[in-house]
């Protein structure tokens, strides 16, 4: 049995159970460690995926893989995390989660362009670049990259949101 089937099966016995938990299944690995497999499970929603919901997932996910029996005989390890910030946004869901972070985006023509995301939606991105707005559709990207910002503690805590809480 290849790695590719076990690979696209699991994606498939997975998906459901992560997505009941309103969360996408961004990817599935299974590595060999030692006399044990890794499979790692990523996910992600927007809002990002706190301690809790990766507990959940994980409780789900171990079931329904001992229920299907979908990793055999052999120990397996269970790692469930999200995406880093260095993950590369390359579907539009990426895109629209990384609203308000400064991003580098390159392009299908071989240029890139570094600039904050303003707003997205179903056909592409609208990004400030130095002040300046300039939309850029999603086939026109080929990749874009969270770019690292050290902010000052005190805007880091405030996400400019509705601010009802606390």
Same mark, same amino acid.
């Given at each position: 049995?290849?790695?590719? =089937?076990? #690979? @696209?099966?699991?994606?498939?016995?997975? /998906?459901?159970?992560?997505?009941?938990?309103?969360?996408?299944?961004?990817?599935?690995?299974? =590595?060999p460690a030692g006399k044990r497999r890794l499979l790692r499970v990523v996910v992600d929603r927007d809002g990002g995926v706190s301690l809790d919901d990766v507990a959940e997932v994980s409780l789900a996910v171990s079931a329904?893989?001992?229920?299907?029996? !979908?990793?055999?005989? =052999?120990?397996?390890?269970?790692?469930?995390?999200?995406?880093?910030?260095? &993950?590369?946004?390359? /579907?539009? #869901?990426?895109? *629209? *989660? !990384?609203?308000? #972070?400064?991003?580098?985006?390159?392009? *299908?023509? +071989? =240029?890139?362009?570094? +600039? %904050?995301?303003?707003?997205?939606?179903?056909? +592409?991105?609208?990004?400030?670049? !130095?002040? !300046?707005?300039? %939309?850029?559709?999603?086939?026109?990207?080929?990749?874009? &990259?969270?770019?690292?910002?050290?902010? *000052?503690?005190? @805007?880091? /805590?405030?996400?400019?949101?509705?601010? @009802?809480? +606390?």
């Open positions: 049995m290849g790695s590719a =089937t076990s #690979r @696209d099966r699991l994606i498939k016995l997975l /998906e459901p159970v992560v997505g009941a938990e309103g969360l996408d299944l961004e990817d599935v690995t299974v =590595t329904t893989l001992d229920a299907d029996d !979908a990793m055999g005989a =052999t120990p397996y390890v269970l790692e469930v995390s999200s995406p880093g910030v260095d &993950r590369p946004l390359t /579907e539009p #869901r990426h895109w *629209r *989660r !990384a609203v308000k #972070r400064l991003v580098k985006a390159d392009l *299908r023509d +071989g =240029t890139s362009v570094e +600039g %904050r995301i303003v707003a997205t939606d179903e056909t +592409g991105v609208e990004l400030d670049i !130095a002040g !300046a707005p300039r %939309r850029i559709d999603y086939e026109d990207l080929t990749r874009g &990259r969270v770019q690292v910002e050290f902010r *000052r503690l005190d @805007d880091a /805590e405030d996400d400019g949101e509705d601010g @009802d809480e +606390g």
